[in-house]
């Protein structure tokens, strides 16, 4: 899997509030309406201009916080190809994942990376192409893979369970 888009980068400790805010977690409930209030407080202009492939960076601890399932969602509902971080909270990767979000602890990349700039994320090379050059990364896992390729957790089983 490779993907290409643009660098979208924040800092650390970017909890699910800021990237879905709490106000709406029981409010609203359809894709267009949960995709447009993503980072709106922290990044007011991402939701309108975000592309399909765009790839968000974080610091440390990306997706802190509360187990709200909307801070990956908001982000796939964009189209967003990856997320980027220097580490993860367990909740959010995997809540990411449940949902088809690729995500990718790197720190190296993560420095290296400009906002704007366009970044590669390449599974098959283990690598992130970016300005600055080529930063490796562990090998994911087939499971792992096997879960984004198939859009989440749940049409990954569905796929499972319908081979024999």
Known sequence: MRITGRAWKYGDNINTDVIFPGKYTYTVTEREEIARHALEDLDPTFAANVRPGDVVVGGRNFGCGSSREQAATCLVYNGVGAV???SFSRIFYRNALNNGLLVIACPA????????EQVTVDTEQHVIRC??????FPPLSPSVMGIVEAGGLVE???????TP
Request: aromatic share 8%.
């Open 156 to 162: 990954y089983v569905k796929r499972k369970l319908a």
């Open 84 to 86: 980027i971080a220097v």
């Open 131 to 136: 300005t600055a050059g080529e930063f490796p």
């Open 109 to 116: 990349a993560v420095e290296a990376i400009l906002p704007g």
